[in-house]
């Protein structure tokens, strides 16, 4: 994305539909295999998992401009086995606003786990890796993995 060949990427993450909870990874500077090891905190009550979605937008920093969006993922929380914390690897997609639909963008590495007496899911983002450069008005391909 920027002109030296790296990126500034940090991850925004939501649950869909309705997109209230919101949080954001720190900003990794000049790289494209960023390493996070961040952990958040979703409630979501255990009836309600079924019918939501984990939302997770890949952007590179620009102080100057609008954040470019590199890549994302939608993952179906009915997906995913709560039963015990699990590490995925999943493809990212381009931004929504592409019409390729080529989900070759890089790898970006989180672990999920359901707390039934909470209510909670914890989110942890550990690394992305093989970012792909982007020039400055394109795109480029992002893959998501999640390790079991």
Not at 53 to 73: A, E, H, P, T
């Amino acid at each position: 994305m920027d002109r030296n060949g790296k990126s500034d990427p940090y991850v925004k993450l939501s649950i869909l539909p309705e997109r209230k909870q919101k949080f954001e990874t720190k900003i990794i500077r000049n790289t494209l295999n960023p390493v996070y090891n961040e952990t958040f905190l979703f409630a979501i009550p255990f009836n309600e998992l079924q019918s939501k979605s984990l939302l997770m937008v890949v952007f590179d920093y620009d102080r100057l401009s609008k954040d470019d969006k590199m890549g994302q993922i939608v993952v179906p929380l009915d997906s995913i086995d709560f039963g015990q914390t699990t590490d995925l690897d999943r493809a990212l997609c381009r931004p929504e606003r592409d019409d390729d639909k080529d989900c070759r963008l890089g790898d970006i590495c989180f672990s999920t786990r359901y707390r039934p007496a909470t209510g909670t899911i914890t989110l942890t983002i550990m690394e992305a890796r093989n970012l792909k450069k982007m020039d400055v008005g394109g795109s480029s391909g992002r893959q998501l993995k999640i390790l079991d």
